[in-house]
């Protein structure tokens, strides 16, 4: 479980908590989007810059030079190819987290979204380090 997955991180290490693959809720577009959540169980800010969601079927454009992820904090991405997405986010889910929006996550480029019924060979997501 995610207990295990978090005491196993080691210092230095971002792991993936949360996975958002098929909202059903009622916000408009480009609220009601799929998204990730990462999260930092270290003591220690973490440099993602350069890091990116991959898949079977592509993946995302790197996170921005600066990027980092505090001790003991999770942030959100989602999908940057709408206009005012983060923003949208935040009012729909009156989340209180940080929000980076990722270019490359959508059907005409990089990753083409997260399958709404995955299974072992069909979305295996992973975090990847700029190296």
Not at 82 to 103: I, Q, R
Request: net charge negative.
């Amino acid at each position: 479980g995610l207990c295990a997955v978090l005491a196993a991180a080691a210092e230095g290490q971002v792991v993936i908590t949360e996975v958002m693959y098929n909202p059903a809720s009622d916000e408009q577009p480009p609220a009601k989007t799929e998204w990730v959540e990462l999260y930092n169980p270290g003591d220690a800010a973490v440099d993602v810059a350069g890091w990116y969601l991959a898949d079977e079927d592509g993946q995302t454009q790197p996170l921005p030079a600066g990027t980092t992820i505090e001790p003991e904090q999770a942030v959100v991405l989602i999908p940057g190819d709408s206009e005012g997405a983060v923003e949208a986010f935040h009012a729909a889910w009156g989340a209180e987290v940080t929000v980076y929006a990722v270019e490359g996550w959508s059907l005409r480029d990089g990753m083409s979204g997260l399958a709404n019924k995955p299974d072992a060979t069909n979305e295996v997501l992973t975090l990847r380090g700029s190296d």
